[in-house]
């Protein structure tokens, strides 16, 4: 498993008052996004040691829609998304970390939009199915017959299926356990094929697994040509808009959850698709045609994105080991939306450092954990010059981290000790 420390600290800081929080930027200069995954295929251990030296040895990989691109490609690559003096030495010791753990490639040429919101997410992932013509891959922990302008998930489903398009789904279920049963029915008799990632109920289980091991993916691929991945649950608690932006809907559930996905366009699709196919196999799913998962896509924008596939059984979740990177050497701004702080050791010490480098990097996290890990952390974090906000509502989630503006990673990831080590990471 390699060399692991124990994320906890002995002593307690003495509290401190941080900055003001900056507000939210309107936009980003470059998006590189790191896609990652969360689900869980082994128990917890001890979150690892994530070293600086790391990427010495390792050899920068750029894929283009046609194959690897030219050192010369490479490089001039680098110097665009690298605008200002100084930059390009720190992003590629940062993409070099991330290569030396995820033995992923870099890959150009895609379109990406952020999607800020459960409404703006599920009127993407439907106008993604309804395209659909082939197939429709979806992997989430919260699997409902959610609601989109009057659309529901699965009348959409179902009328793909009755027009010949391949449905495939994983759904984790502890996650979605709330789920009516019908639901499940009606999908299984269209002819959609259904994968419950590791059962409650371990005699219908197809493969040996522990009860802690949870599949926190959420991940929609649409013909393998559009991908949406990141935090957002195909839950009810997404439909509406977050509280203060237009106020709570009429009959909108009472708690709203607020999170962030990516949409995708281009050749980084192929790497999503890779995974979902990879974990529907792992689960003995069972056998669908993958002659039509992996089209020629030709290079549709301008975005650079790694997808990263992390699980526990890693000696280094290649996750994990990014955001210290990105933390590390961020110039500008960090900017994290989580929805718990309680960070490991680690995590804490690159964080602090940032800050008392003079580098603002207000946290945005819901206000109601109640751990006294959590606020000795924020103290410490405060002392350092670090800046903090509570989200009383909606409940904010895991996904969108920000360094430097250069760099830009939406998932799953809790900022908490359980997730590098116990979940499968995206």
């Known amino acids: ?148 302008d009057g659309k529901h998930l699965g009348d959409l489903l179902v009328a793909k299926r009755e027009a010949g398009v391949a449905v495939n789904v994983i759904y984790d279920s502890f996650g979605s356990g709330s789920t009516p049963t019908a639901f499940f029915d009606r999908l299984k008799k269209a002819g959609v094929n259904l994968v419950a990632f590791n059962p409650v109920n371990p005699l219908d289980a197809k493969v040996s697994y522990s009860l802690n091991d949870r599949d926190h993916r959420k991940i929609l691929i649409a013909d393998g040509t559009i991908g949406i991945v990141g935090g957002v649950n195909l839950s009810s608690t997404y439909q509406s808009n977050p509280i203060g932006k237009s106020g709570p809907p009429k009959g909108a559930p009472l708690e709203h959850w607020r999170d962030t996905d990516l949409e995708i366009e281009g050749p980084a699709v192929a790497q999503l698709q890779a995974l979902f196919l990879d974990h529907w196999n792992q689960q003995k799913g069972p056998p669908i045609k993958t002659s039509d998962l992996f089209p020629k896509i030709p290079p549709k924008g301008t975005a650079v994105v790694r997808v990263l596939g992390s699980t526990p059984d890693q000696p280094i979740p290649p996750y994990y080991a990014t955001l210290l990177s990105a933390i590390r050497n961020a110039e500008k701004t960090i900017r994290i939306s989580a929805a718990y702080f309680v ?30 890990y959590r606020r000795c952390a924020l103290a410490l974090f405060g002392s350092a010059g670090g800046g903090s906000e509570n989200l009383r509502n909606p409940r904010c989630g895991p996904s969108l981290k920000d360094a430097g503006h250069r760099r830009c990673m939406v998932g799953c990831r809790f900022i908490q000790l359980r997730s590098p080590e116990c979940h499968l990471q995206r």
């Open 1 to 148: 498993m390699g060399q692991h420390r124990i994320a906890y600290r002995a002593s307690f800081p003495r509290t401190g008052r941080g900055p003001a929080v900056p507000r939210p930027m309107s936009r980003f200069n470059i998006l590189i996004a790191v896609c990652i995954g969360l689900c869980s295929l082994t128990g917890c251990a001890s979150v690892p040691y994530i070293s600086h030296a790391r990427a010495s040895t390792s050899k920068q990989q750029i894929m283009g829609a046609r194959g690897p691109l030219s050192a010369q490609q490479s490089k001039a690559l680098l110097s665009r998304i690298s605008t200002e003096p100084g930059d390009a030495g720190i992003l590629r010791r940062h993409l070099a970390i991330e290569q030396a753990v995820a033995e992923s490639p870099l890959i150009a040429g895609n379109r990406t939009r952020l999607l800020r919101d459960g409404p703006a997410s599920f009127r993407a992932m439907f106008r993604a199915i309804e395209s659909a013509t082939n197939n429709i891959n979806l992997e989430y922990y919260i699997f409902e017959d959610v609601e989109s």
């Open 343 to 372: 960070p490991t050791e680690q995590e804490m010490e690159d964080l602090t450092g940032a800050a008392r480098r003079r580098r603002p990097s207000p946290i945005a996290r819901q206000k109601r954990l109640r751990v006294l």
